[in-house]
C-alpha cells in the first residue's frame, strides 16, 4: 500500500484527510501560488486537529526557489520557532542563481532538523544538475524528494520519475507530486512508487482537499 500525503491549506482539509485515511500531510497556506509557510496560529490549529503525521512547508515567498541571506534566515527562524511542537518533519527547498545546490545550506538545513524528516520540494525540478543534487541530497540524509520529474505534471515526467527512482536505489525516497489525481494514479502505483503526494482539491467545489477524491485514492493505492 502506498503511503498517500495531501497538501493541506486549511482545516477542513487535514480533517477530510485524516478521515479518508491518508497518511501525512503537508501543511502550508496560499495554495495558488505554490504553498509558503503556514501561520504559526494556523500550525498550531492543525497540530490540535490532526492524528496523523504533519510535515511543514518552509518557504518564504511564492516565486522562484533562489533566497537571498534575509530569507534564509527567516526559513532557519521559522523552523527553530516550528521545532517546540509536535511535527514530523520539514519540506524546504533552495536554488542558486546558477540553478544548483548550495551544499552547504543543505548542511545548515540538516543540521538544525536532526530528529525530523527532511524532504525537499519541487525546487529539485528546476535543478540543472539532478543526478549530482539527488547524490547531494542522499549525502545529507535527506528522507525524500518531491518531484514532477523536471517538467509541471507528473504524468509527462514520469519517465524521468522513473529513472530518480531507479538510480536512488532505495537511498532516498521519490515522492511524485503535481497533477496527480484520479485519472493518473495508478500510473504511478503500478510504477511501484512507494509514496504519493496531491491536493486532491476540486476546484469547481472549493480549495479544501476533498474528502471523496481522498477516499478513492486510498482504495486504489491498496
Do not use: W
Not at 527553530?80 to 520539514?90: A, D, P, S
Not at 530528529?115 to 525540478?125: M, N, P
Amino acid at each position: 500500500m502506498m503511503t498517500i500525503e495531501i497538501c493541506a491549506t486549511s482545516i477542513k482539509s487535514i480533517i477530510n484527510a485524516q478521515n479518508a485515511g491518508a497518511n501525512r500531510i503537508e501543511l502550508c497556506e496560499d495554495y495558488l501560488i505554490g504553498g509558503v509557510t503556514p501561520s504559526l496560529d494556523f500550525t498550531l490549529e492543525s497540530i490540535k486537529k490532526s492524528k496523523i503525521p504533519i510535515n511543514i512547508l518552509i518557504r518564504p515567498r511564492g516565486g522562484d526557489f533562489n533566497f537571498n541571506d534575509k530569507e534564509y534566515e527567516s526559513m532557519i527562524d521559522s523552523i527553530l520557532e516550528l521545532k517546540k511542537y509536535k511535527i514530523n518533519g520539514f519540506v524546504v527547498g533552495f536554488i542558486d542563481e546558477n540553478k544548483k545546490i548550495d551544499s552547504y545550506r543543505l548542511n545548515q538545513f540538516r543540521n538544525i532538523t536532526k530528529g525530523y524528516e527532511l524532504i525537499f520540494h519541487r525546487a529539485f525540478d528546476y535543478l540543472i544538475n539532478q543526478d549530482e543534487s539527488l547524490e547531494l541530497l542522499i549525502k545529507n540524509n535527506f528522507d525524500r524528494i518531491l518531484c514532477s520529474g523536471s517538467v509541471i505534471d507528473s504524468e509527462k515526467g514520469l519517465e524521468r520519475l522513473k529513472y530518480f527512482k531507479r538510480i536512488s536505489n532505495g537511498r532516498i525516497s521519490i515522492m511524485p507530486g503535481g497533477g496527480v489525481n484520479l485519472t493518473n494514479f495508478n500510473l504511478f502505483k503500478d510504477s511501484n512508487f512507494s509514496e504519493i503526494h496531491l491536493s486532491a482539491i476540486d476546484k469547481s467545489v472549493s480549495l479544501d482537499s476533498n474528502y471523496n477524491i481522498i477516499r478513492e485514492i486510498v482504495e486504489m493505492s491498496k
